[in-house]
């Protein structure tokens, strides 16, 4: 089962920020002593709560078939040949 979901989201919901991002940098944890890296751990939250629920419908598929696309990819010419006199 495959989700399907179309509409105008920015009115549909919107993300609140729970907390303040945290960030934890280190040189000498989770291998970084060894590789002279400095590697940064970020922690965000942050939730989305519906606020239009007209503002978009769901739908579901169950099969995504193969199919040949209709879009031509062959270069064509974009000229023509004029003899001067």
Not at 55 to 62: C, D, L
Request: no cysteine; glycine share 6%; hydrophobic share 35%.
């Amino acid at each position: 089962l495959y989700p399907l979901y179309y509409g105008d989201f920015k009115q549909a919901m919107t993300l609140f920020d729970r907390e303040n991002m945290s960030l934890l940098p280190t040189n000498i944890g989770a291998g970084a002593f060894e590789t002279d890296t400095t590697k940064i751990r970020v922690i965000d939250r942050f939730d989305v709560q519906l606020t239009d629920t007209e503002a978009f419908v769901a739908g579901s598929f169950t099969a995504i078939s193969d199919q040949k696309g209709n879009i031509n990819t062959e270069a064509t010419p974009t000229t023509t040949n004029h003899k001067e006199k």
